[in-house]
C-alpha cells in the first residue's frame, strides 16, 4: 500500500513535468519547421548593369558621379540578403603617388557604404541592401544606385584620377513573391514597369469573330500602352476561339468584347459580376425632355416563367430629375432611388407603375436624362435591368421612346443593383492561370458601351480617375473637348521634362526632344524660350551657355549677374537646322578651360532649367511629302492619332490584327496627345464613305482588301487586276514570278479620297508575304531600312526604292537583290525555295535571366542542422528521467 501511494505520488509530481518537456520539443521542432518553410518561399536574382541596359561608365576626379535606375516587380518583396557587387578598375595616370579616393554607395539617397581606394588596379566590392531601403512597386519612384566619386588630391592631380564601372557589376537581389491587389490606379503596372527585370507578355484576347468596334478598342489600347511603354511592351493577339489555357500562364491578358461575343468573360470571376437576364422589364418616356417640366415615365414588368414571382423594383432616378409622385407601392427609398413593391407576379401577368418627375430648369440641352430600374427577386438577387434615355431640348416632345430590344443576354451587377446599361466597364484581376500575372477585361453590353471602356483605358485619366479593381465608364468626351493640346506653344513640363540643373561645366548637358510632323516646316517664327536661374559666381568665370539643334549651333548667352536670379533666354530656331520627325535639342554650360579646376571643386557655379520654358513651334505647310523613312511620324498629323484610319479585310487574319496592334504601339510612342483614338474598319464600307482629312493604313492581300483593289491602278507596283501577283511595270526586264511565290510590299501613295493625306499600303503576293511587310515596319532592325515610296520584302531582307526617281536599271538591281532565283520571261521559270512562313510576333528577349549559379527555390521539406542533435538529446533526457522514476519508486 505504502508503495502503491509514492507511485502515486512520483507520477503526480513527475508526470506533468515530463509532458511539459516533450510538449515543448513538440513545439520547438514545428516552429523550426514553419521558420524552415517560410524561409524558403525566398528567392534569389541576379541581375548586370549590362542587363539592365547601361553601359561602362567612367568617373573622373576630383568629382564625379553616376546613376543607375531599375525597379522591382509588382508582386516582389524585397527580403535580407539583397546586395550590390561593383566591378571598378581604379586608374592613376599620374607618377606622382596616388591620391586617396572615397566612393560613396547610396540607394535612394541613403549612403550604404563608403570605400576608401588607395592603389589601383581591379576592385570587387560588395555592399548589402537593406530591405527597407527599396521602393516596393505601388510607389511611383524608381529605385535609384548613385555612385559618387571623391578624389582627395590637388584639381590638376584628381583629374589623373578614374574609376571605371564595369557593366558586369551587378545587383543580387532577394524576395518572396507575394499577393497583391489588383489596382487601375498603377496602369500600366504590372504589364509593364520601367526597369523592371523581366519584360511582360501582353496577349490581346479578342472574339472568335471580331468586329470593327473590337479591333478599334484594342487598337486605342495598343496606341496608349505604345506611349506609356516607349513601344518596348511585346504584344500579341489571340481569338477567343483558339484560346488554350496551357499557354496564358506567363502572359498578362488584355480580354476585349462584349459577354454574348467573348466566352472567356463569363468564365471570370469579375469584381463587376456578370448575370444572365430573367423575366421582362421595360419602360417608356417622352424622347425630348424641356428643362423645368414635369414629365412622367412608365415602368413594366412581364412574369415570362412558368411560376408565380414575388418581385421588387428599384429604379435611379435621372440625376437631374426630381420625384414628384410614384403610382402603387412605390416610395423614396434614399435620394434618387425608388423601391417599387410587386408583390406575387402570376406566370404571363404584367404589371406597370408610373413614375413622376421635375427636371431641373439649368440642365443644359443636350445633356442625356437616363433612369436605371433593377428587377430583383425576394432575396435581393437582381434579375434584370432596364437602362432608357431622353435628351433635355428646348421643348418637351410629345413623342414618346421606349426600350427596345436588348442588347445583350446578360448584365452588371454591383453592390446589389444592376449597372446601367450603356455603361462600359473596366475590370483588373489576378490571372486565373498565374498568380504573377492579371487579367484585364474590357468590356459592355453593345458596342457604344465597349468603346466608352476602351477609351477610358486609352486616354490619361486625372482626378478621381481610375482605381482599384475596376471602374464603371458612364460617358466620353470627344478629344475636341478635352483641354486642346498646342501645336504651337509647348512646354517642357507637358513633354513630360521637370525642372534640371547642371552642377559640371564642360561636362553636364540637357538634351530636350521635339517632334515635327511630316508634311511641315518651322516659321521663321520659332524659338526656344528658356526660365532660367543659376549661380552668380558664373558671372566671374565668364560662363555661357550655348545651344544646339540638332548638333548645329544655333546660339548662346552670358550668365552674368543680371540674368543669376531669374530670367527668360530667346533662342530661334532656324528652319535649316530643323528636321521632320524628332529634333533634338541641347543645353550645355561652358568657360574657358584655365578655369576647370575652379569650377570642378565648388558648388557655386550651377544652373537650373524650369520646367515653364517651352517650345514656340509656329509651322507652314510644305506640302504632302511621300517617304517611308517618315513612318510613323507621317501619321501623327493629330496628337490622338483620331484621323487615322486602319483598313482590314472583312474577316482579318490573326497574322493582320496583331500588325494592326503593333502599327498603333508604334504610332502611340510617337503621338503627343493625351488619348489615342484610332478607327479600324474591317470588310468594304460604301464607296461614298467620306475619308478626306484622314490618313489611311490598308492591310492585307488585294483579293482580300476592298480599299487595296480601289487604288490598284495608282500603286508604286501594282497588281494584276483580281489576283494577287505582281503586274511589274517599273523596269525594262519583266520576270516571270512562280504563282506561290511569297514577296511582302510596302507602299506610300496619296490618299484616294484625299490627295493631302497619305495612303500607306501593307500588302504581299501572298499571307506570308503581308506578314512580313507587317514586320518590316514594327521591328528597329528592319524599318530604318525603309525609304521612298515601295518597299520589297522577303523575310528579313528590305529593299527601298522611290519609283518617281529612281532609274530602270536601278529598280533591276534592287529587285535582282530581292528576288535572286527570279528570271526574265526568255528563260525558263526557277522555282525558288518556299521559306516558312515567319511568326509575325517578335519573340521577346528576356531583360534578364536567373543566373546558373543562382539555385531555384527549394520547394521540399528540410531540416536544420540543429534538429536532429536536438531529438537525440531530447531522447536522452526523456530516458534518464524514467530511469530515475523506476529507481526511485523500487527504493521505497
Known sequence: MTISTKRVNFHRIYLPWLWAFLLLIFLTICLSTTRTADAQTNSDFDITLEELGYGERQLIGPVSSVDYYFSFPINWEPQTGSYVELDLDYAISSQAGYPTALLEVRLNRQLLHTESLESPGDHRLRVDIPPDVLFLSEEKSLDRLQLDFRVDAECESALL?????????????????????????????????????????????????????????????????????????????????????????????????????????????????????????SSQMPAVVKPGDTISYTLVVDNKSDASQSLVVEDRLPAEGQLLACSGQCEEIRPGVIRWELGSLAPGRQISTIVGIRLDALTPPGTAIEHTASLLDRQGIVLNVDTLSAQAGISTSEQLIATGDKPSNYFFVHNDQAVAEGDGLVQEIVSPWSSGHVAIVVTGLDETALLKAAQALSADAHFPGMWGDYVIVQATRSISESAPVSFEDMSFASQGYSNRSISVLNREYFDHYFDVPLGWNLSDEAH?????????????????????????????????????????????????????????????????????????????????????????????????????????????????????????????????????????????????????????????????????????????????????????????????????????????????????????????????????????????????????ALTSLTDDQLSWQLFGNLALVRDREVRSMDTREIVPEGVVAITQGIEPNLVPVAIPTLTPTTTLSPSLAVTPTAIAQMTSETAPPVTGRSQPVWLVPLLILSALVVVTLVGIAVWQARSQ
Open 528 to 772: 526656344l524660350a528658356l526660365h532660367t536661374a543659376h549661380g552668380i559666381a558664373l558671372d566671374d568665370i565668364q560662363a555661357t551657355l550655348e545651344v544646339e539643334l540638332n548638333d548645329v549651333p544655333i546660339g548662346s548667352a552670358y550668365l552674368d549677374e543680371s540674368s543669376a536670379h531669374t530670367s527668360w533666354i530667346t533662342f530661334p530656331l532656324p528652319t535649316a537646322a530643323s528636321r521632320p520627325g524628332s529634333n533634338r535639342i541641347q543645353l550645355q554650360v561652358s568657360a574657358d578651360i584655365e578655369y576647370q579646376c575652379r569650377f570642378i571643386t565648388s558648388d557655386r557655379y550651377w544652373l537650373t532649367v524650369y520646367d515653364d520654358s517651352f517650345l514656340h513651334l509656329p509651322r507652314q505647310t510644305t506640302g504632302l511629302t511621300l517617304d517611308l523613312d517618315n513612318f510613323p511620324s507621317s501619321f501623327r498629323n493629330h496628337p490622338g492619332l483620331e484621323d487615322v484610319v486602319f483598313l482590314l479585310p472583312e474577316h482579318p487574319t490573326l497574322a493582320e490584327i496583331e500588325g494592326v496592334l503593333r502599327l498603333a504601339l508604334r504610332l502611340g510612342r510617337v503621338a503627343g496627345g493625351d488619348a489615342f483614338w484610332p478607327q479600324v474598319v474591317s470588310g468594304r464600307q460604301p464607296d461614298t464613305e467620306p475619308w478626306a482629312g484622314y490618313q489611311l493604313i490598308a492591310i492585307g492581300l488585294p483579293t482580300r482588301n476592298h480599299y487595296i483593289t480601289a487604288v490598284n491602278s495608282d500603286l508604286p507596283q501594282p497588281f494584276r487586276p483580281g489576283t494577287d501577283e505582281i503586274l511589274q511595270e517599273v523596269d525594262r526586264v519583266v520576270y516571270r514570278l512562280p504563282p506561290d511565290v511569297s514577296l511582302g510590299y510596302v507602299q506610300a501613295l496619296p490618299s484616294l479620297w484625299d490627295k493631302d493625306r497619305v495612303m500607306l499600303v501593307v500588302t504581299g503576293t501572298t499571307a506570308e508575304g503581308v506578314a512580313w
Open 161 to 281: 584620377v578614374a574609376l571605371t564601372v564595369r557593366n558586369s557589376s551587378l545587383l543580387h537581389l532577394t524576395y518572396q513573391e507575394r499577393p497583391w491587389q489588383p489596382d487601375l490606379a498603377l496602369y500600366p503596372k504590372p504589364i509593364y514597369q520601367e526597369r523592371a527585370f523581366e519584360l511582360g507578355q501582353v496577349r490581346f484576347v479578342l472574339p472568335s469573330e471580331p468586329n470593327s468596334t473590337d479591333l478599334r478598342a484594342a487598337a486605342m489600347i495598343a496606341a496608349r500602352l505604345g506611349r506609356l511603354t516607349w513601344e518596348q511592351l511585346p504584344i500579341s493577339a489571340t481569338l477567343s476561339s483558339d484560346l488554350l489555357p496551357d499557354t496564358l500562364s506567363e502572359e498578362h491578358l488584355i480580354i476585349i468584347g462584349r459577354p454574348d461575343d467573348n466566352p472567356l468573360i463569363r468564365q471570370l470571376a469579375l469584381p463587376v459580376s456578370l448575370a444572365e437576364r430573367h423575366l421582362a422589364l
